[in-house]
C-alpha cells in the first residue's frame, strides 16, 4: 500500500465518523427532528403535546404535517369556524359579532350570569328541510333552550336581496320535531340584505331565504276578487274552495279556504285557513301583505293561531297567484293560491 493510499483511506474513515457523529438522516431515525413522543415533531406525525404545528393548539391526537391539533378532538369550547362566545353579566349589555351574524343582550335579560355562544346556521345544522326547501339564515344560539327576560337582538344580512318588508322567524321545535314560528317577524331594511329580529329563547333560529315568489305577472287592479273557485296547496292544508280579496282602497287583502276529509271511521276532519294582512305594500307588479298576529289555521277547534308572514300576489290577465309563506308557533304553513278573478 502506498502511503497516498493510506491517506485517502484515513480520510474517508474520519469522514463517516464526522457525517455519524453531525446526525445526518437515514432511513432508520428520520431525522433528528422527528421523535416518536411528539415533543418536538413540528410535522404532528405522532400522538403527542408539542408545538405540533402552529405553536398554540396542542390537544391534536393526530396531526397532518401543517395543521396541528386542529386536526385532531381538541379541547375548550369548538363549535366552528365561526363560533364565538363570551360570558354574559346581567348588570351590564353584551354584545357578539361574527362577519355575519350579531347579537346585542340587554342588561337583566336574565337573573344570573351565563356563558352565551353564537355561530351562523350552515346547511349540516338544519335538522329537517324548511317548507318550499327554503334556506335559513340564521344562527345556532346556546346554550340551547335557555330563556330571557328581556329579548335578545339579533342582526343579520341575507346572501341576495329580497323584496319583501318583513320575513317570518322561524325556529325548529326539538320535542315537535317540525320547524315552527317564534311569534314574531323580523324586520328587512330597505337595502333587502340587513335583517333584525329578536329573540326570547335560544335554539336554532333564523328566518327563511329565498322566500318563493310568484312569476311576476302585470299591473295589479285596484279590486280583485276569487270567491270559493281558487286553489290552494301548503304543507299543512289544501283546498279547491280558496278565496281571496283584495281591495286597494279599503287596504285589503286577505285569503280564506275551508277543507274537510273522511276518516276511515267515518269522522270528517275540517280545516281551515284564514290569513289577512295588517299592512299592504305594492311593490312594482307585486302586492304583499304583511301578517302580524292575525289569525289563521283552525283545525277541528283544537286551536285557531295568530299567524306572521307574508302573501305575495301577482296578476296576469285574470289569473292571479298568492305564494304564502307564515308561521304560527305550532307550524309553518308555506304553500300557494290560484284562481281567476270574477
Sequence with gaps: MTH??????????????LLLIAGCPTNATEGANDTLDGTTDNGGDATGTGTDGDGTDNSG??????????????????????????????????????????LGVPAAATTETVTITMRPATAA??????????????????????TFDESVEVSLQLSAATILPVLPVVTYDEAAGKWVGTGSNATVAPNGIDVTFTLDHFSIAGVPTPVPLPEAGGAVGSFIVISNNGSFTSDEIS????????????????ISMTSQSIGDDLSIDTASLGLTAVSVYQLGNYVVGV?????????GGDFNEPAFGV????????????????????????????????
Design 4 to 17: 497516498r493510499t493510506a491517506r485517502i483511506i484515513a480520510a474517508c474513515v474520519a469522514l463517516s465518523a
Design 291 to 299: 301578517c302580524s298576529g292575525g289569525r289563521s289555521l283552525f283545525n
Design 239 to 254: 283546498s279547491d274552495n280558496a278565496a281571496l280579496t283584495y281591495s286597494e282602497f279599503g287596504d285589503t287583502f286577505s
Design 61 to 102: 391526537t393526530i396531526g397532518d404535517g401543517t395543521d396541528g391539533g386542529d386536526d385532531g378532538q381538541g379541547t375548550g369550547d369548538d363549535q366552528g369556524d365561526d363560533a364565538v362566545s363570551q360570558t354574559y353579566d346581567p348588570t351590564t349589555s353584551m354584545a357578539l359579532q361574527t362577519d355575519t351574524l350579531q
Design 125 to 146: 345544522d338544519l335538522p329537517s328541510a324548511l317548507p318550499d326547501n327554503a334556506d335559513l339564515a340564521g344562527g345556532v344560539f346556546g346554550p340551547s333552550g335557555q
Design 311 to 342: 302573501m305575495i300576489m301577482a296578476v296576469s290577465g285574470k289569473s292571479v297567484s298568492v305564494s304564502v309563506f307564515a308561521t304560527t308557533l305550532e307550524r309553518v304553513i308555506a304553500g300557494t293560491l290560484t284562481g281567476q278573478t270574477l
